[in-house]
């Protein structure tokens, strides 16, 4: 009887799992990285890049002989994340911080360059139309994207900074590397970022990260809203109110700071 784990067409799809997975860990790579990646031959890669391009699964990278994942994966994490937990245990807390403050409130989630809103809650003052739920920003702009970046792994962090930003049309110009890289320092720093209308002029946010039970940053939320509303004065409680929000959630994920290890500032 066949193996089915060594079957002809699971061996195919392992194969392209790993390559898809080594992207996941890389911003882009070219075929010869790759195979010292997945330990495969280059002309069996070359097979693979063609028919997950097809698919729309893999992408040439503008930078030439360079590979980075499709945009088509970045809508299937998306559907996938929509069903995990980390909504339902944020959702209370969030629906507090809207009644508390009446400032719209958002939890995202980092996909490769982008932060990912999975949930939205409108505010009473101002609608705005960026940031919407399955809409996604660049990790260099706006309060929970900044903090999503900030709080990788060093080298993560590193390779996304300099690397290659997946970006739209819309989204706002791109800092220098030492600017982005400087901002992300304070922002690890001081444990929340503060958005002053680097996504929409006139528009203000405060984000802060949420953890998992081993400490890692798994998802932002932020409030957002009128400019004068949260910065044209003392910022210090609002400040203090999303980050006891994000740290509420992350203790039903069941973080502990003192068993991971974890400080937030």
């Known amino acids: 009887m066949t193996d089915p784990v060594q079957a002809p067409g699971l061996d195919i799809l392992h194969k392209a799992d790993a390559v898809l ?78 009644l508390h403050t009446g400032l719209t409130v958002y939890l995202c989630v980092r996909r490769f360059t982008r932060s990912v809103c999975i949930e939205r809650i409108e505010g009473r003052d101002v609608r705005s139309l960026a940031t919407l739920i399955g809409s996604s920003t660049p990790l260099f702009a706006g309060a929970a994207p900044r903090v999503l970046l900030a709080t990788l792994p060093d080298a993560d962090r590193d390779q996304v900074i300099d690397g ?70 003392d910022a210090t409680e609002l400040i203090a109110t999303v980050v006891e929000g994000a740290d509420e959630i992350s203790a039903s994920l069941g973080f502990a700071p003192a068993l991971a290890g974890v400080s937030h500032g």
């Open 21 to 98: 997975r080594a992207l996941e860990r890389h911003a882009a790579l070219t075929v010869a990285e790759l195979s010292e990646h997945v330990e495969e031959p280059v002309s069996s890669l070359y097979r693979i890049l063609t028919s997950l391009t097809a698919l729309g699964w893999v992408e040439p990278s503008p930078a030439r002989g360079r590979y980075r994942l499709g945009i088509d994966v970045m809508s299937i994490g998306y559907a996938v994340e929509d069903r995990l937990s980390i909504r339902a245990h944020a959702l209370p807390v969030l629906e507090r911080l809207h």
């Open 164 to 233: 290659e930003f997946r970006l739209d049309p819309n989204d706002p110009p791109t800092p220098p590397a030492a600017t982005i890289r400087a901002d992300a320092e304070t922002v690890r720093r001081q444990g929340y970022a503060v958005s002053d209308g680097d996504v929409t002029p006139g528009v203000a946010a405060i984000g802060a990260p949420v953890r998992d039970h081993r400490g890692d940053v798994i998802a932002a939320i932020s409030v957002s809203g009128l400019r004068p509303a949260l910065l044209d004065r």
